[in-house]
């Protein structure tokens, strides 16, 4: 667990800007907060290990709301934002890992 950005971000060897054991490439700078429990997981993995309940993905209604923290800047992005902003953030345009949109279903409902 750690302060980013003035955000606790939950998870397992959280730096300081939102990478965790699990992936930690120079793009791995994103936090998602998870529908079932408004907290900051670096990833599903970190959620699932540390969480004593099954995550929920993020409804398309709620697309709207505040779920992606950039860990480089701060700056927190809506659902909608996040999958339209072509892997960067709209603030700061550093740049997000294009491999994340594999796991999109974990996260958010689709289709």
């Known amino acids: 667990m750690r302060l980013i950005h003035g955000e606790m971000v ?6 300081i800007e939102t990478r965790c054991i699990h992936y930690q490439s120079e793009l791995d700078i994103v936090a998602i907060k998870f529908k079932c429990c408004a907290k900051w997981y670096p990833c599903f993995r970190c959620h699932q ?11 398309r209604g709620e697309f709207e709301a ?19 902003c ?3 953030c709209p603030d ?6 294009p491999g994340c949109r594999n796991h999109y279903h974990l996260y958010f409902e689709r289709g």
Do not use: M, R, W
């Not at 992606?68 to 927190?76: E, F, M, N, V, Y």
């Open 10 to 15: 939950n998870g397992k060897g959280v730096d």
């Open 66 to 84: 505040k779920s992606i923290l950039c860990g480089a800047c701060g700056h927190q992005l809506t659902i909608a934002e996040y999958l339209a």
């Open 86 to 88: 072509n892997f960067k």
């Open 49 to 59: 290990e540390l969480a004593k309940h099954e995550a929920q993905v993020g409804p």
């Open 92 to 97: 700061c345009e550093t740049g997000f890992k």
